[in-house]
């Protein structure tokens, strides 16, 4: 009797974490996008002047941070994969996308403002340019 009511607790014990968990994953959202980033002043691309190709290592170089917009708290941080794309989970609210110490290695981008609703996806670009820029 006493093995029947110790299973019957640790099955009830498993169902109710199982379906916390389960509960948790639906309320999630997701945030997905493309990281372009840019090598030098690169306006005028009719001057045919070669630039450097993105490479896999580049995007390791450049994490993206998510921002909890009203507190500026970072809730995650996202490397791209090797062709530029990202995609992270997040609690339903509204975000910033920067780069990781943007400021410190003289990145110029924008920062993304987006909102994540519970079981949607939300798609959100980030373009950069890294290395030398002219003053205009």
Known sequence: MQMLLRYLVSSSIIFLLAGTASIKAESEGFVEGHLKIVFGFAVDRSDEMPRPEVGRESYAEYPLVV???DEKKEVARVTA???GNYRVALAPGNYLLDVQDRV???VRGQPQSFTVLANHIVHVD??????IHPRL
Not at 126 to 131: F, L
């Open 81 to 83: 994969d090797e062709n």
């Open 104 to 106: 410190r290695k003289h």
């Open 67 to 69: 921002l909890r917009q």
């Open 126 to 131: 980030m373009n950069i340019v890294v290395g």
